[in-house]
Antibody, heavy 114, light 109 residues
Framework: QVQLQESGPGLVKPSETLSLTCAVS?????????WGWMRQPPGKGLEWFGS???????YYNPSLRSRVTISVDTSKNQFSLRLSSVTAADTAVYYC???????WGQGTLVTVSS | QAVVTQEPSLTVSPGGTVTLTCGSS?????????PYWFQQKPGQAPRTLIY???IKHSWTPARFSGSLLGGKAALTLSGAQPEDEADYYC?????????FGGGTKLTVL
């Protein structure tokens, strides 16, 4: 059973960089598929950030591209999200997922506040 | 960036049939968009129901089906149950970037 678990700070100050990691179990990232990050602001819909494969080949949401970096660490079987220059508008539940059949993590709430 | 459109809300009677659609501002949705459908209940993470247009996940109830219909991706629910009341999101791939639809709030009433 493929499982994904997001981790990272639940509170980030404005103008700082949000960093999250998604740990994968039950499947090796090196075996394929794209691995993605999404978010959902409170009471709103889902937004796709970007996806990456085990080689580091990545696609990004054009509207967020200047602030987003997604990376992969196959030795730890995890991938990460960095979002720079955060504001209150970046407050959301952040999800990671594996494409293909579409396995999702449970999500982690990140609040941007001083 | 493409815009993906869904009905904001739909209502279906228990036991009834309803079709949710997912359109693209760039033209007809095809299998090359690899449409996904996700179900999300309050306080829960989204759950994949359908991927690659019409392939069901192992946990997808048989009453859900995915297809292409009239230039859009479609999710049909046949024999709605009270537990199907939820938000439904589609996701399309554009040869790299992916875009979510705004979601459909489905009420079973």
């Amino acid at each position: 059973q493929v499982q994904l678990q997001e981790s990272g700070p639940g509170l980030v100050k404005p103008s700082e960089t949000l960093s999250l990691t998604c740990a994968v179990s039950g499947f090796s990232i090196s075996n394929g598929f794209y691995w993605g990050w999404m978010r959902q602001p409170p009471g709103k819909g889902l937004e796709w950030f970007g996806s990456i494969d085990h080689t580091g080949s990545a696609y990004y949401n054009p509207s967020l591209r200047s602030r987003v970096t997604i990376s992969v660490d196959t030795s730890k079987n995890q991938f990460s999200l960095r979002l720079s220059s955060v504001t209150a508008a970046d407050t959301a539940v952040y999800y990671c997922a594996r494409e293909g059949e579409g396995y999702w993590g449970q999500g982690t709430l990140v609040t941007v506040s001083s | 960036q493409a815009v993906v459109t869904q009905e904001p809300s739909l209502t279906v009677s228990p036991g009834g049939t309803v079709t949710l659609t997912c359109g693209s501002s760039t033209g007809a949705v095809t299998s090359d968009h690899y449409p996904y459908w996700f179900q999300q209940k309050p306080g829960q993470a989204p759950r994949t129901l359908i991927y690659d247009t019409g392939i069901k996940h192992s946990w997808t109830p048989a009453r859900f089906s995915g297809s292409l219909l009239g230039g859009k991706a479609a999710l049909t629910l046949s024999g709605a149950q009270p537990e199907d009341e939820a938000d439904y999101y589609c996701l399309l791939s554009y040869s790299g970037p992916r875009v979510f639809g705004g979601g459909t709030k489905l009420t079973v009433l």
